[in-house]
């Protein structure tokens, strides 16, 4: 069983940045692939990033390519989510989620396996 707790949402002005971040239980976390996926308002959840438990691999959305920079530190067991250039078409609810199956990095949110409870992120315009 992985637990994930997210934390670093909040409201900001168009073009500010916010660091989001997900910290996991379990004695593997290196071995998993982290995501971050989001949520807006009356849409379905959609991929943002993912990293691999090496952190070598580094897939991210079209929409957020070159603003949003994911990260992990496997010492502290935390994956982070880097948004700067932040737009208002950004706003929903974040999650992080864990792949644990050590397969291919995939944005399918079916692959992973386990979720965090989420948090908001608000950018207004």
């Known amino acids: 069983q992985v637990q994930l707790v997210e934390s670093g949402g909040g409201l900001v002005q168009a073009g500010g940045s916010l660091r989001l971040s997900c910290a996991a239980s379990g004695r593997t976390f290196s071995t998993y692939t982290m995501g971050w996926f989001r949520q807006a308002p009356g849409k379905e959840r959609e991929f943002v990033a993912a990293?691999?438990?090496?952190?070598?691999?580094?897939p991210y959305a079209n929409s957020v390519k070159g603003r949003f920079t994911i990260s992990r530190d496997n010492v502290k067991n935390t994956v982070y989510l880097q948004m700067n250039s932040l737009k208002p078409e950004d706003t929903a609810v974040y999650y992080c989620?864990?792949?644990?199956?050590?397969?291919?990095?995939?944005?399918?949110?079916?692959?992973?396996?386990?979720w965090g409870q989420g948090t908001q992120v608000t950018v207004s315009s």
């Open positions: 990293i691999s438990g090496s952190g070598s691999i580094k």
């Open positions: 989620a864990a792949d644990v199956s050590r397969g291919s990095i995939k944005p399918d949110e079916y692959n992973y396996e386990y």
